[in-house]
């Protein structure tokens, strides 16, 4: 069905400090690259602007970190740079759910600093951005529902444009498995009365 479905763009929400996200972001990354398809990046804050030291302990180094990746996130796209907050959280990703890196604001620095993008480092931590990036997830929630997290994919097409929470996916899909998931969700996109499928999660992310 996605063959007569045609996508011109595909937004993705997303928080950097899910490793669910991570898996979903690298099957997108893939799956648009190789079908020459713009793919942009929103933010989408799970702790929805929650001062950092309110959070449990646990949670506050991947949120610090995330907090700054989803500043350049909104500043970028205001820009036109998604291409930049591609890299950046390409790196960032690799580095902590790859790579087991820790989470840290000093993390997201140095994957900037790697892209060569030292013009946005006063972005990281600029708290004027935390407005944009509260209305990037309120604009998620009008295609996911308020009960929905990270990630929110939004498919353009000459049609208009859908959303859903996900695709929930462990490990990242590749290969001919990547293309029928690509499949599956822009098919499902095309129908008006779809909503929601969902099913238990059997793996770790």
């Not at 591609?86 to 902590?96: E, I, K, P």
């Not at 972005?123 to 944009?132: E, G, I, K, M, T």
């Not at 529902?145 to 097409?157: D, F, L, Q, Y």
Request: charged share 25%.
């Amino acid at each position: 069905m996605s063959k007569h479905f045609d996508v011109t763009a595909v937004t993705l929400y997303f928080d950097s400090a899910c490793p669910w996200t991570w898996r979903t972001a690298r099957w997108l990354v893939d799956a648009t690259g190789r079908r020459g398809i713009p793919l942009s990046y929103r933010a989408f804050d799970l702790t929805d602007g929650a001062p950092l030291d309110k959070l449990p302990d646990e949670r506050r180094p991947a949120a610090a970190g995330s907090r700054c990746l989803l500043r350049l996130a909104e500043a970028a796209h205001a820009d036109g740079r998604d291409t930049l907050t591609g890299t950046v959280y390409a790196a960032y990703g690799a580095a902590v759910f790859d790579g087991g890196a820790d989470p840290s604001p000093e993390l997201t620095e140095r994957c900037l600093a790697e892209a060569g993008a030292a013009t946005y480092a006063d972005v990281l931590h600029d708290a004027a951005l935390d407005r944009q990036v509260a209305r990037a997830r309120e604009q998620a929630q009008e295609f996911s529902g308020k009960n929905a997290g990270s990630p929110v994919t939004v498919i353009t097409t000459p049609r208009g444009e859908r959303g859903f929470f996900g695709p929930v996916v462990a490990p990242t899909p590749t290969g001919a498995e990547a293309d029928r998931l690509w499949d599956a969700v822009v098919g499902a996109a095309s129908v008006p009365h779809f909503f929601e499928l969902r099913a238990r999660r059997t793996a770790k992310p």
